[in-house]
C-alpha cells in the first residue's frame, strides 16, 4: 500500500516567520496531493491541493509545491499568523481509486 | 451545496456497551463515504469505506463495524465497546471513482470508561 511520510512532527515559528512542511509519497501512481489544516477540536479542512499537471499552486499566504521526480510534495505558509497554529497533513491516494492516505501530522504553533 | 451530519456529537459510554454513531450527507448522491478515527493527538485512522449501499471494505480489524443501509446515511457500530475504541470519529465523504477529495463531518468525541 500507498506510504506517506510528513516531516517535522512539530513545527514552532515567530508570527510573520514563513513555515514548510514536506511530505514523501511511494506511489506514483495518482496525480492528486490535498493538504488538510485540523484546529484543536474541529474536523480537518481541506485548504489547498495539486494535481501533478502542474508543479506549484498559490492560494493566498499558502503554497502546494510538487516534485514528482523526488516523489515528494510540500506545504508553504508565508507571514504567519496566530490562527495558522493547528496540525496539518498531507494526503496521497497511492494506486487507490477511493482512499487517501494521511501523514502523520504536522502541529504547527505560531507564536505572536 | 453539500453537507455532512454527525451524531452525537459527544458520547461517553462504558466499556462493554453498545455503540452506534450515525453520518448522512445532503446534497449529493452515491457518495463514498468514509469512517475514521483519530486518538488524542494521533493521525488519522481510516476504519471502514463504502462506495455504494451495502458494500463496506474494512481497513483495520477490530471490534467495530459499518453498514449503509442508505445512499447518504453511513453507520459505525460495536456491540462492546472498549477502552482502546475512545477517540474522535469522523466521516467523511467524496464523489466519484477518481474525485479524491474528501470533505469531513463534525466528529463524534467518544469516551470509554
Known amino acids: 500500500g500507498e506510504n506517506v511520510e510528513q516531516h517535522p512532527s512539530t513545527l514552532s515559528v515567530q508570527e510573520g516567520d514563513s513555515a514548510v512542511i514536506k511530505c514523501t509519497y511511494s506511489d506514483s501512481a495518482s496525480n492528486y496531493f490535498p493538504w488538510y489544516k485540523q484546529e484543536l477540536g474541529k474536523r480537518p479542512q481541506l485548504i489547498i491541493d495539486?494535481?501533478?499537471?502542474?508543479g506549484e499552486k498559490k492560494d493566498q499566504r499558502i503554497a502546494v509545491t510538487l516534485n514528482k521526480t523526488a516523489k515528494h510534495f510540500s506545504l508553504h505558509i508565508t507571514e504567519t499568523q496566530p490562527e495558522d497554529s493547528a496540525v496539518y497533513f498531507c494526503?496521497?491516494?497511492?494506486?487507490?481509486?477511493?482512499?487517501?492516505?494521511f501523514g502523520k501530522g504536522t502541529l504547527l504553533t505560531v507564536n505572536p | 451545496s453539500q453537507t455532512i451530519h454527525q451524531w452525537p456529537a459527544t458520547l461517553v459510554q462504558p466499556v462493554g456497551s453498545p455503540l452506534s454513531l450515525e453520518c448522512t450527507v445532503e446534497?449529493?448522491?452515491?457518495?463514498?463515504l468514509y469512517w475514521y478515527r483519530q486518538a488524542a493527538g494521533r493521525g488519522l485512522q481510516l476504519l471502514f469505506y463504502s462506495v455504494g449501499i451495502g458494500q463496506i471494505s474494512s481497513e483495520v480489524p477490530q471490534n467495530l463495524s459499518a453498514s449503509r443501509p442508505q445512499d447518504r446515511q453511513f453507520i459505525l457500530s460495536s456491540k462492546k465497546l472498549l477502552l482502546s475504541d475512545s477517540g474522535f470519529y469522523l466521516c467523511a465523504w467524496s464523489i466519484g471513482l477518481v474525485s479524491y477529495e474528501q470533505y469531513f463531518g463534525p466528529g463524534t468525541r467518544l469516551t470509554v470508561t
Open positions: 494526503a496521497h491516494p497511492g494506486g487507490s481509486n477511493y482512499k487517501l492516505t
Open positions: 495539486i494535481r501533478s499537471n502542474v
Open positions: 446534497g449529493t448522491s452515491n457518495p463514498n
